[in-house]
């Protein structure tokens, strides 16, 4: 199974930025990619989603205009670009890969195969 792992979390201040990293283990080419995150006492929620050739990408409204999921086939990465920051974006955040062959960006986390073990992002205000 593919391994998932995340970095670039960190302690800012609201209004910074910050950028998220997935190292995959093995090719991610053919695969849709996407970050969660999960504050303390609320469920994983999705963030942004990126299908595999990068064509597509869908936002959760709360991020829409200042997160950018991207991603680098030929590095086997995938990155979040998150800007102006808010206290409530504080969260772990979570890589995930779906390993399935077609063209959809699911919300839900169970539509997803493989996880990281996450970064922590805080945001004080």
């Known amino acids: 199974q593919v391994q998932l792992v995340e970095s670039g979390g960190g302690l800012v201040q609201a209004g910074d930025s910050l950028r998220l990293s997935c190292a995959a283990s093995?090719?991610?080419?053919?695969?849709?990619m996407a970050w969660f995150r999960q504050a303390p006492g609320k469920e994983r929620e999705f963030v942004a989603g990126?299908?595999?050739?990068?064509?597509?990408?869908n936002y959760a409204d709360a991020v829409k205009g200042r997160f950018t999921i991207s991603r680098d086939n030929t590095k086997n990465m995938a990155y979040l670009q998150m800007n102006t920051l808010k206290p409530e974006d504080t969260a772990g955040y979570y890589c995930?890969?779906?390993?399935?062959?077609?063209?959809?960006?699911?919300?839900?986390?169970?539509?997803?195969?493989?996880w990281g073990q996450g970064t922590q992002v805080t945001v004080s205000s």
């Open positions: 990126i299908t595999w050739n990068g064509g597509r990408t």
């Open positions: 093995e090719r991610i080419s053919t695969y849709t």
């Open positions: 995930a890969l779906r390993r399935r062959l077609n063209n959809m960006i699911p919300i839900q986390p169970n539509e997803y195969d493989s």
